[in-house]
């Protein structure tokens, strides 16, 4: 979201009277757009089933806090953190370019701005469509500012019943001991659905990082505890698959994790 101001830098003390200052009226837009309890009406409800699966998960929000660092949250309510977590869709902002970053102080004002955001879709809900409510949105709070709309990924929702799934449940429960249980995750891996329409085979996840693994950060790791667990499972997971009765393979094109 890039906006431009006036032609040359200003000096802050003798221009900014004369217009408001372009960084502090830009950061208003994400401000007003993060509101946690704003969501579109077309996002699919969780059924009971799964928020039964997500309180079973043993997901606890003292956990999350020190696994992520983090000093504060919104809400402490468990249900409504792995909601916001697993369930919800998201507008993020990543970044903010704009004005003087040297050393010292200048006082200027700066000429142009840049927003890096992305929004997070979950089930139901159509990047097209997005993209114009963002757009809309954002003419209303700032007609000065640009949206330009990079590349979307469809949400992804994959089903949690049939036999190629209860294959994964007994491999994970052989391998670690446990029942597993559904919950959702909010990542991207943009192939899934071309790789179900194309091909037309069943897919199926098996998730085995954890929080404090650090996804995406400077440290991030896998322990060799979850490492060997996951090899472990998988082997089991091909021999749960092997010994599949031969009606359950004629409905692998209809099975989907």
Sequence with gaps: MP???PALQEFARRERPAFEALLREFVQVPSVSAEPDRHPDDVARLTRRE???????????KGFIADHGFKSIRTRDPLEVMKRLWALP??????????YTGPGVKTIVPPRAELKTSVRLVPDMKGEKVVRLVKAFVKQKNPDVTVEAGSSAAPYKGKTTGPYVEAAQRAIKFTFGRDPVFVREGGTIGAILSMEQILKVPIAFMGLSLPHHGYHAPNENFDWGQA???????????????ALPPSAARSRRRARV
């Design 228 to 242: 060997s667990g996951g090899m472990a499972a998988f082997a089991r997971y091909f021999e749960e698959v092997a």
């Design 51 to 61: 928020i039964e699966d997500f309180r079973r998960s043993g997901f606890s929000v």
């Design 90 to 99: 998201t507008f993020e902002v990543h970044g903010l370019v704009g004005g």
């Design 3 to 5: 906006i431009t101001g």
